[in-house]
């Protein structure tokens, strides 16, 4: 236990806020796609953290990680293919000029 | 060959599905052939259960096999044959199967020809299971069958307005009749727990006199519709748009006869349930006289014998209700030999002339068409009930039982009914075939019928002529008494009354039909009085008559107008406020989703921003329930 909990929840709570501003900011789809990716994974950081730190009571924490990467990288097929077509459709990936979905 | 009975219905079934699925496009007019062949098979079949149980069978029931079983409650497609059913299954195929032979003449020419055969051999099937049923239920299948098939040949030439109008008045007015039917049926299942005939009737005991009253009234009202009795007959004039065998067949010899043979079946509860036989009795009686004055004055020849088949039908009703089952089956029977053979006379008639209804057009016919006029006198005589003719022995003991029973009001109608109907007969009889010609090119051009459509004619009449006399004699104890006595054990017609009494009252009706003939003779051949002159002195009654008592009207006004009106309000109801209420939700959801769609910016960036801000107010929230902000 050299690297006390707090550092590690702080370290996940800077990647999550990076993440976050990312996917507000950046305008090009694949960043945007990436900027998903570092929230998923400081939210695995925290979970593992957890999971360590209280590891005598319940470890399941560690098993959502497992599920997460999952997710991610279905998440990370869907869109890319998502990204591809609606490049074939109109060739670009800035997502301000996407818009034809507007009601 | 009673366990084979099931081959009785089997023929005709078959001949149904071969001339339906083959008829159009391959068969032509040999359906005619297939169909005749398998009734014929059938009457064969039924004669051999007939013999069987004339030899000591008194009843047998032969089970196809379960058709519903819920707990303690069967009901089996089961053919229950006693001496009762196997002489309906008799005379069922045996007049069928004539009949169909003529029709293969009366037809020949019509283009929907495999249909027709179709639908009789369908028609000929219900009425059997209808007849050989061993349950209410079963019965109640049959019934609704040859509802239906009546319905179809009624309106078998349906390019014309008539006979559809005619098939829909029909099928309307039996459903009103199976109403009662469905009534009666479901009050016997919950009083006795079985729709079984014989289960039903061994435990007649265990039922109120209200619970039986109900059971009887309603199962009689479904009879009258079925039997076009007041006040639901006025289907089967009308049903005479349809091609004159099925006149013959269906509106004549068969199935309006189902009603007589329910309240016959259902006798045991009839017996028990008080006033309902006197209704059943009074309705007949009303019913018979009531047609058979509006039979006196019709032009058309067939619906002259139409009005005659419900009067007839009121006599077997009439006899129903005296207690005299047997007479009525009896009258069944002879009235199914005689009256079809009217219709088909009356079709020869027709098929001469070349579909010339009408009889003030006819006249001389005689001399052109010797074996239909002989024929049809023969028919004639035994439906004013001339010794020695069927009709003479079953009218007659009708008219004995009803006077030795005590029932001397519904004698005197059955026997003014008698003076009607000789006079009406006569009066038919002579417009078409004495006289000079009316209509010279008719005359001209009409003919005799082909040997198919004659030899039915006199096989019937041959019937007509001994039937009585062979099962009728002597009247009491003839062979149809000691026959169906069995079925009808244990009702009150134990004594038998002295001959004198018998001879008597025989004499007074055939005394009232020969003052029928005279009086028709004197009319129509000696015009004294004058017919025409006649109808001018009678005015207004004559109107009445001709109008038919302004029943149909009366309908009309009084009860279409006001289901008219009813189900023009409930047409609106569903209109306004059930589709009403459907077309508003819709409306509200298209104007809250127009109000909202605003909020569909189609910006990726605006979605992710909404979303963290989401995420931001659950934090918030969260953590001032953290910190005791909130009370939790």
New interface residues.
């Given amino acids: 236990m050299a690297v006390p909990l707090g550092a590690f929840i702080a370290v996940s709570a800077v990647l999550f806020f990076i993440g ?1 501003a990312g ?2 900011v950046r ?1 090009n ?1 694949v960043v ?1 796609l990436m900027s998903v990716e570092l929230m998923l994974n400081a939210t695995n950081l925290a979970l593992v953290a957890f999971s360590r730190r209280y590891a005598s009571i319940d470890e399941r924490g560690s098993v959502f990680v497992v599920f997460i990467f999952v997710v991610a990288a279905a998440e990370v097929a869907v869109g890319l293919a998502i990204i591809l077509s609606a490049y074939r459709n109109k060739p670009t990936v800035d ?2 000029e ?6 | 060959m009673i366990q084979n009975v099931w081959l009785i219905p089997a023929f005709p079934l078959a001949a149904f599905l071969i001339d339906g699925l083959l008829g159009r496009r391959w068969l032509h007019k040999w359906t005619g052939v297939i169909a005749s062949f398998a009734v014929g098979l059938s009457a064969v079949v039924a004669i051999g259960v007939f013999l069987e149980v004339l030899g000591g069978q008194e009843h047998t029931t032969v089970t196809l096999y379960q058709w519903i079983g819920v707990g303690d409650f069967h009901i089996n497609v089961a053919a229950f044959v006693d001496p009762l059913s196997s002489v309906m299954l008799l005379v069922v195929t045996v007049v069928s199967f004539l009949i169909f032979v003529y029709s293969n003449g009366y037809m020949e020419h019509d283009h929907g020809f495999h249909r027709f055969f179709t639908w009789l051999s369908l028609f000929v099937f219900a009425m059997l299971i209808l007849v050989m049923a061993d349950n209410y239920l079963l019965m109640f299948v049959g019934w609704e069958g040859v509802g239906l098939c009546s319905y179809l040949l009624i309106g078998f030439w349906f390019e014309r307005p008539e006979p559809y109008v005619a098939a829909k008045k029909a099928f309307v007015m039996n459903r009103i009749g199976d109403w009662g039917y469905t009534i009666g049926m479901i009050t016997t299942f919950l009083v006795f727990g079985s729709m079984q005939f014989t289960d039903v009737f061994e435990h007649v005991t265990i039922a109120t006199q209200a619970n039986l009253t109900l059971i009887c009234l309603a199962f009689f009202f479904g009879a009258t519709g079925k039997s076009a009795q007041l006040p639901l007959y006025s289907w089967l004039p009308d049903a005479m748009e349809g091609p004159t065998p099925v006149s013959a067949l269906i509106h004549a010899a068969t199935m309006v006869t189902g009603g007589v043979y329910l309240v016959a079946r259902s006798m045991p509860l009839f017996e028990a349930a008080g006033p309902s036989l006197a209704v059943v009795g009074t309705v007949g009686a009303v019913t018979a006289i009531f047609a058979a004055t509006i039979a006196l004055v019709q032009f058309d020849i067939k619906r002259v014998m139409a009005y005659s088949t419900v009067s007839q039908l009121g006599y077997m009703f009439l006899a129903l209700g005296v207690g005299a089952p047997v007479a009525a089956i009896f009258h069944l029977a002879t009235h199914a030999f005689f009256k079809a053979l009217l219709f088909l006379g009356s079709g020869s008639v027709i098929h001469g002339l070349g579909g010339e209804q009408d009889m003030r057009k006819m006249g001389g016919l005689r001399r052109k068409m010797p074996v239909t006029f002989w024929t049809m006198l023969i028919a004639g005589l035994a439906l004013a009930a001339l010794p020695p003719l069927a009709g003479f022995w079953s009218k007659d003991a009708i008219l004995a039982s009803a006077f030795v029973n005590g029932h001397l009001v519904l004698w005197a109608v059955g026997i003014v009914t008698a003076v009607l109907t000789a006079f009406y007969v006569t009066r038919a009889l002579w417009m078409t075939f004495y006289g000079e010609p009316r209509d010279h090119h008719l005359y001209d051009h009409a003919h005799e019928s082909p040997a198919v459509m004659t030899l039915p004619l006199i096989a019937l009449g041959v019937g007509t002529a001994v039937l009585g006399v062979v099962v009728g004699f002597p009247p009491e104890q003839g062979f149809i008494d000691t026959f169906l006595h069995p079925v009808f054990a244990g009702e009150g017609a134990g004594h038998v009354p002295e001959i004198a009494t018998l001879v008597t009252l025989a004499a007074v009706s055939v005394a009232a039909g020969i003052v029928g003939i005279l009086v028709g003779y004197s009319m129509y051949v000696r015009h004294r009085p004058d017919p025409a002159a006649v109808s001018r002195a009678a005015g207004p009654l004559y109107r009445l008559l001709v109008n038919k008592y302004f029943i149909d009207e009366l309908y009309d006004r009084r009860i279409v107008e006001a289901f008219r009106a009813a189900f023009g309000a409930m047409w609106a109801f569903d209109v306004h406020v059930i589709d009403g209420l459907a077309n508003r939700l819709g409306w509200l959801a298209a104007r809250s989703g127009g109000a909202l769609r605003g909020a569909q910016t189609g910006v990726v960036g605006n979605y992710a921003l909404t979303i963290v801000g989401g995420l931001l107010v659950i934090l918030a929230a969260y953590g001032s329930y953290a910190v005791g902000i909130f009370p939790r």
Avoid at chain 1, 98 to 103: E, H, N, P, Y
């Fill in positions: 976050t996917v507000l305008r789809a945007i997502v301000d996407i818009r034809q979905l507007r009601g």
